[in-house]
């Protein structure tokens, strides 16, 4: 079986998203899409999916042309999707996720749950998935949840898998077996579809790889004769650097002392749990781990964002443990924070007003109640410049900006003024390569000039290439410490799975 | 066993504080039992049949509660009955209420089976109004306008049954609740206009066309277009020959053995069926839903109707059930205790249909306790049953989960 998606062309006001894309794949066969964010590579898969309807251009199965006003056609075609965000019920049980829409019914419609039941197991069997279809999705961990959504995909009988960014939420060894069972699927003689902004992941699974950038095709690439610099090129459409250049570190006195901190939910759960390091004038501390297991409410509890139930938090000797976000910045404290939308910017404030959230008390910028507006723009003007923010008015909401630019917008309002220590939370999450590298550069540049950082990331790949040293979170606990030139990716994926490595064990 | 042993169950901070409050309340129960249970003097008569009737020494029984209470504080305070807490708890609400109703009839007696039988046939337009609140919040969409609903379906239903027949006006009513309904859907699920404010709205237009029509319309005409005989209890054979029981549940109104019915099909329905299925998705997730090929907003434009159509009978008990005619502001916001309801059922059909009949108790024991003299002002005891109400709910229910959905539009991406 063949799909093709021909001259798919999907505008939204203002905005091309997807240009005259071609694009097939066949049963039996694994393609990587890849592509920055915003590239479109969402847009095309819910023209795919039925979600959308192209404004031109058409989807054609074994050269029939299809046309799909709802998911529900798109399911009936043999097109299966496991979304990103997963698509589960979480008070519900795996065979009323898995049935869902398709529910085996007795008389009077009422539903069958022991062929729910016998359906899952089947399925899951058939590809050795091992799903227990009474467990409720909330207490299933990420990796199973992604399997619960296979087997519902596999249940329709999908003859081509969508699977939309599927390795963010896994550890290093859930990645391995996410990877067999993408096999076994193609084994089974089913068409996968890899969406992707890993490259290295799409030159291991993929037979071919499309790289999309502004709503085009722009190439395509045979993962047998390609290198991840190439596809790189491709994506942004320039030469990047990949790996993070940098000196070793020359670390100095503990500027972040962190001791025994512990931060408890309302509802008692002990998310930072004892919790104990300090980070060095000079140098970078990275905090590895699957997300969930209580990184940010680390970072919180550092930001002041939240109260610590325990522990004490220095700055510089001093103990800010009790101190408001305005005065922990005050102290040398720059925040960049996981959530750029919420907690980084004011989305419908100017690019300006966003450049001086921090220091529009000063008496630089307002003179009592008055702020002195032309002395902020004026400061923007030289941000803008200095931070490489593409805009062209900095009067401008700042949600006119793209990710990497709103980040840039974040990075330079924290990093441009005096600071001593920076805490910077999923620094490029989300944003293209060329602004990855850029944001990069600077956190280098400020361990440089002597100020401690802290980088939190779930993206193994950047802390290994950004720290200096590597500290490993699993349930709200530290579980490791180390030297990211002496351990391996695989060992480190261990530890962020709350088990040892063998040689480390024994 | 070392000193720090493992405790056999794993307790949060907040189930410790929950039993400790709940332990407290326990003490002051006992307090209400010595300082006041216990000042009236005489036998209380509970009559449960027509001809018999048990009693209770309203002194002794104050005391003799008092000293178990004082007990079983101590004992949830010091240790708790873990898996025995809710079963304690119901029991002692059930001893502490009939030490209330003693104290108030001491030297004196009521018909204790009337009340209950009042109870079970007021809960009827709470247990239909809170099913109405169920259908659409499980299927997504917050329904406060069910008070509206019952309004409005109470004065069509009046009009429509005194010019036609009972049959006539339930349907009328049932109608005016799906018409109010449609305008809900429209808003919240069409235009995603907010719908805490949607149904205020209606609300307010409910109370307001009513009363128009009530003082313009029905007053002149009330022999014409406000006068019907409601319908009369059936008595189901056999079972209400039951003693007591059979008296409660079984020598009831239609609308009575509908609400239960309707309990009953919901309660199978949302667990049991297909269609139940896809509405606690919609409600809980209908993005899960919607990708799977399920028509998200087809079916809360369904379920809210049908929602309309529950609460369009309930309100019809009014007239056709019991009073006969309609009167301005009838309901007197019994929609909303019938969203009380829902929260306390845990958006659950029997859940709800339990909290209706907690409700009502409420309502019946302030209309007989108000015929004796019990030497304090008649609003305090009419505040008394709320006051068990609030304890109950607190003591049982805890933090609550609704449907994780509720209020929010749906769209296709």
Known sequence: ?506 | MTAAAVPDRVVSAEQRKRARSVGITYLVLAMVCFFIFTRRPGDAGFRITETSQFTLPAQGFGWALGIVLVAVAAAQLLRGFGRLSNVVLALATAAFFMSFLAWAAAGDSFSFVGMLQDTVSRSVPITLGAIGGILSERSGVINISIEGMLLAAACTSAIAASLTNLWLGTLVGALTGVALAAVLAVMSIRYKVDQVIVGFAINFFALGVTSFVSFRVLVPNRDTMNNLLPVTPIRIPLLADVPFIGTIFFEQTIFVYFSFAAVALATWGLYRTKWGLRTRAIGEYPKAAGTLGVDVNKLRYRNLLLAGAVAGIGGAWWPIGIVGRFDQNITNGRGFIALAAVIFGRWHPVGALCGALVFALAEAVRLKIGNFDTGIPSEFLIMAPYVVTIIVVAGFIGASRAPKAAGQPYEDQ
Not at chain 1, 103 to 132: H, Q
Not at chain 1, 457 to 470: G, K, N, P
Not at chain 1, 474 to 480: P, T
């Open chain 1, 1 to 506: 079986m063949k799909f093709e998606l021909r001259g798919i062309t999907k505008r939204f006001p203002g905005v091309v998203a997807n240009d005259n894309v071609n694009l097939e794949v066949s049963t039996g066969e694994v393609l990587a899409l890849i592509g920055e964010n915003g590239a479109g590579k969402s847009t095309l898969m819910n023209v795919l999916y039925g979600i959308y309807r192209p404004d031109e251009g058409e989807l054609r199965i074994d050269g029939t042309p299809q046309h799909f006003s709802s998911p529900a056609d798109a399911i009936a075609a043999g097109i299966g999707m496991v979304h990103q965000h997963f698509m589960l019920v979480p008070v519900m049980t795996v065979a009323e996720n898995v049935v869902l829409g398709v529910e085996p019914t007795g008389r009077l419609g009422s539903l069958d749950i022991d062929e729910a039941r016998r359906m899952v197991k089947e399925v899951s069997d058939k590809y050795s998935l091992e799903l227990n279809p009474d467990a409720v999705i909330e207490d299933l961990p990420v990796g199973v949840r992604q399997r619960v959504e296979i087997v519902k995909v596999l249940m329709r009988d999908a003859k081509i898998v969508v699977f939309d960014e599927p390795t963010a939420v896994l550890t290093p060894s859930e990645i391995l077996e996410f990877f067999e069972i993408v096999r076994s699927l193609v084994a089974a003689g089913r068409g996968v579809i890899f969406i992707t902004h890993k490259l290295k992941e799409a030159l291991t699974i993929a037979d071919r790889i499309n790289v999309l950038r502004r709503g085009k095709v722009v190439g395509e690439a045979n993962p047998k004769n390609t290198t991840e610099s190439e596809i790189a090129e491709m994506m942004v459409g320039r030469a990047v650097q990949l790996v993070v250049d940098k000196k070793p570190a020359t670390p100095g006195a503990a500027m972040l002392q962190v001791k025994n901190l512990s931060v408890v939910e309302p509802d008692g759960r002990t998310v930072v749990d004892d919790v104990s390091f300090e980070v060095r004038v000079g140098e970078i501390v990275g905090i590895a781990g699957v997300q969930g297991n209580g990184q940010t409410e680390l970072v919180e509890a550092l930001s002041g964002m939240r109260r610590a139930a325990s522990g004490s938090i220095s700055v510089a000797d001093r103990d800010v443990s009790h101190d408001s976000p305005r005065e922990r910045h005050a102290a040398g404290m720059a925040h960049i924070p996981e959530d750029r939308q919420r907690q980084g910017l004011v989305t419908e404030m100017s690019i300006t007003e966003n450049l001086v959230l921090t220091r529009y008390h000063d008496a630089e910028f307002s003179q009592g109640i008055r702020m002195k507006w032309d002395v902020a723009a004026a400061r923007a003007k030289e941000l803008v410049a200095a931070y490489d923010i593409r805009t062209n008015d900095p009067s401008q909401p700042a949600s006119t900006l793209s990710g990497g630019n709103q980040q840039k917008v974040i990075v330079a309002r924290e990093l441009s003024r005096d600071i001593r220590l920076a805490v910077a939370a999923q620094p490029t999450r989300g944003i293209d390569v060329g602004s990855i590298e850029y944001v990069h550069s600077q956190i280098v540049k400020e361990r440089d000039a002597g100020v401690a950082v802290l980088v939190v990331s779930t993206e193994l790949d950047e802390i290994m290439s950004l720290s200096d040293r590597v500290l490993v979170m699993y349930r709200g606990r530290i579980v490791a410490d180390l030297d990211p030139k002496k351990v391996s990716h695989m060992d480190i994926g261990l530890y962020m799975a709350g088990s040892r490595p063998a040689a480390v064990a024994s």
